[in-house]
């Protein structure tokens, strides 16, 4: 779980540098680099959020729990 969120954290810090510096206005290549940082963080950050509904770190809601009906 801990490797889910440093990745994920990294990947949002990423895009953001990757924004503030004006990488995204450079051509295609900084467009790119924004893409995978939301994918990764995509990735990673549904990774963290379910792994910590398991454990119980997070709610989840009832509709999703296993014993709902």
């Not at 949002?12 to 206005?25: P, Q």
Request: some cysteine; hydrophobic content about 65%; aromatic content about 6%.
């Amino acid at each position: 779980m801990l490797i889910a969120a440093i990745v994920a954290v990294l990947s949002l810090i990423g895009l953001i540098l990757s924004i503030t510096s004006g990488l995204v206005t450079a051509g295609v290549d900084g467009v790119f680099i924004i893409l995978v940082c939301l994918l990764t963080l995509a990735i990673f950050g549904l990774m963290f959020l379910e792994m910590a509904a398991k454990a119980g770190v997070i709610p989840m809601p009832g509709r999703f729990r296993r014993d709902h009906k």
